[in-house]
């Protein structure tokens, strides 16, 4: 059928394949990719790296396993710094959740006698 030679010709032929779909065919498979092709095909796609796509969870998981004192620990496991790290827990100055609040001075006013 047509989806044999289209195979065939692909895997005998990833370079010829615009990128990054020829790394895909070597990688995942001519299967993988004529899946995303046919669901996908024709629509603009853009695909953020792996911690901007997935930043929110990250975050959610992260407040969820934070006990107080694995800051490091998370920081570490999800590659982040520890002062990203404090961001995301909402742990640093100026953050939401941030115990750090300034207050404003007020002015004093004299009275007069």
């Known amino acids: 059928m047509i989806k044999d030679a289209i195979k065939r010709a692909a895997l005998n032929y990833p370079e010829l394949l615009p990128a990054p779909y020829g790394t895909i065919v070597k990688m995942e498979g001519f299967d993988a990719l004529h899946t995303l092709t046919e ?3 024709g629509f603009q796609h853009y695909l953020p790296k792996t911690k901007k796509m997935f930043r929110e ?7 969820a396993e934070y006990t107080g004192d ?3 620990m998370l920081a570490r496991e999800y590659g982040y710094s520890e002062g990203h790290m404090r961001h995301v827990l909402g742990l640093g100055p100026g953050s939401v959740g ?3 609040v300034k207050q404003s001075k ?3 006013v004299k009275q007069s006698d």
Do not use: D, M, T
């Not at 969870?57 to 407040?63: L, Y």
């Open 70 to 72: 694995n800051l490091r």
């Open 98 to 100: 941030s115990a750090v």
């Open 39 to 41: 669901r996908f095909g």
């Open 57 to 63: 969870c990250i975050a959610a998981q992260a407040k």
């Open 106 to 108: 007020q002015p004093e």
